[in-house]
Structures are given as structure tokens and as C-alpha cells.
T-cell receptor
Framework: DGGITQSPKYLFRKEGQNVTLSCEQNLNHDAMYWYRQDPGQGLRLIYYSQIVNDFQKGDIAEGYSVSREKKESFPLTVTSAQKNPTAFYLC??????????????FGPGTRLTVL | GESVGLHLPTLSVQEGDNSIINCAYSNSASDYFIWYKQESGKGPQFIIDIRSNMDKRQGQRVTVLLNKTVKHLSLQIAATQPGDSAVYFCAENNAGNMLTFGGGTRLMVKP
């Protein structure tokens, strides 16, 4: 899991509620990412941030929101507008290299279940 | 859109045998590829990477092969152990620090 922490590990939400998932990294990475993983499937990009105070929508941003007020933190809010939020959420970070490619380091994930 | 995919969703091997996990990619502009291992309920862990100017790279018990002619990537695990049981993802980088992930292959190691 490197220097990335996610909390909580398990989260239960009632329909209509907003919830916020925490992601913190102490790797001094500039770029951070949120992915959603459904059972038996790959990772889909929700939002990403290449620098503090800036973020971009990924492939499935609808129903989610993020902020990047600090370099080490990139919280994800799952809003009531997200119709099917039950999934495993993964946060990742990396440092852009001169060559433009670097591995992403992942956190341990948060499993969100809507009751 | 272009994407990374996998040929086999599940691979079952005997302990001690070698494993080969395959991945097809369709974006010829991709210049960097990564293999990740994900154990149940955990985040993906980096295994090995390879750049497009290489066709082979070796790590400890793992080898990644890249065939750019047919846009194919493979991960070879030597002397597979029970601890290797996991889902393996390939990912490609074709735009800065953005990764596109394949659907994953589950490796099951029989004792």
C-alpha cells in the first residue's frame, strides 16, 4: 500500500446520503486519482488531479465530486446523484516524470455499500 | 475507444509450474506498460513495468514480454507459488500519467 492511506476500509450508506472517502499520501506525489472497481471488473477512472487546486473528470465522474486543497489529500464525495454507488473505491498517486510515464501507487481501498 | 484487454479471465496452474498471463492492447501510441497484482480486498500492487523501446524485462521470478508488432503483452511467473494467487491487471500509459486498465485475469494456484 506504500504511503497511501484510505479510510474507512468499509462504509455503509443509506440511499440519499452523501458520503466522503478519504485519501492521504505522504509520498510527495503531485498527481492523485480515484478509481471505481466493480466485482470481477477492471478499474474505471472517476476523477484525477495533476496539481493542487486543480482536478479533471475521468470516464465516470457523474454523481461524484472531489477537492484538492492540499497536495497530500484528495477526498472523494459520493453524492446521492450516483445511482449505483456500491463498489470498491481505489485511490492512487504518482509523480510525473521527465519521460512522462510512471507507475501509480495504490491505497488499500474503501468498500462502499448502499443499504 | 481504444482499450487494453485480456485473453483469459481465469488461469489455473499447479504449484511449481510457470504461469503466463496475456494482455492485448489496441493503442499503438502507448509507450509504457505495467503489470499489477491485486489480492482480494486489497489495492493493486506494482509487479513490473516495461517501456515501448524494450521487448523484454525481467524481475524476480517475473518476466514481461512486449510484442509491439501484434500489440501483445505477457507476464510470465516462474515456479508459481500459492502466494501468487490473485488477479493480475495490465495497464497502458498513452497520455501523460493516465493509465488504462485491462479487465484482469484471475490466477489460481493449485497445491
Amino acid at each position: 500500500d506504500g504511503g497511501i492511506t484510505q479510510s474507512p476500509k468499509y462504509l455503509f450508506r443509506k440511499e440519499g446520503q452523501n458520503v466522503t472517502l478519504s485519501c492521504e499520501q505522504n509520498l510527495n506525489h503531485d498527481a492523485m486519482y480515484w478509481y471505481r472497481q466493480d466485482p470481477g471488473q477492471g478499474l474505471r477512472l472517476i476523477y484525477y488531479s495533476q496539481i493542487v487546486n486543480d482536478f479533471q473528470k475521468g470516464d465516470i465522474a457523474e454523481g461524484y465530486s472531489v477537492s484538492r486543497e492540499k497536495k497530500e489529500s484528495f477526498p472523494l464525495t459520493v453524492t446521492s446523484a450516483q445511482k449505483n454507488p456500491t463498489a470498491f473505491y481505489l485511490c492512487a498517486s504518482t509523480n510525473p516524470g521527465l519521460a512522462g510515464y510512471n507507475e501509480q501507487f495504490f491505497g488499500p481501498g474503501t468498500r462502499l455499500t448502499v443499504l | 475507444g481504444e482499450s487494453v484487454g485480456l485473453h483469459l479471465p481465469t488461469l489455473s496452474v499447479q504449484e511449481g509450474d510457470n504461469s503466463i498471463i496475456n494482455c492485448a492492447y489496441s493503442n499503438s501510441a502507448s509507450d509504457y506498460f505495467i503489470w499489477y497484482k491485486q489480492e482480494s480486498g486489497k489495492g493493486p500492487q506494482f509487479i513490473i513495468d516495461i517501456r515501448s523501446n524494450m521487448d523484454k524485462r525481467q524481475g524476480q521470478r517475473v518476466t514481461v514480454l512486449l510484442n509491439k508488432t501484434v500489440k501483445h503483452l505477457s507476464l510470465q511467473i516462474a515456479a508459481t507459488q500459492p502466494g501468487d494467487s490473485a488477479v493480475y491487471f495490465c495497464a497502458e500509459n498513452n497520455a501523460g500519467n493516465m493509465l488504462t486498465f485491462g479487465g484482469g485475469t484471475r490466477l489460481m494456484v493449485k497445491p
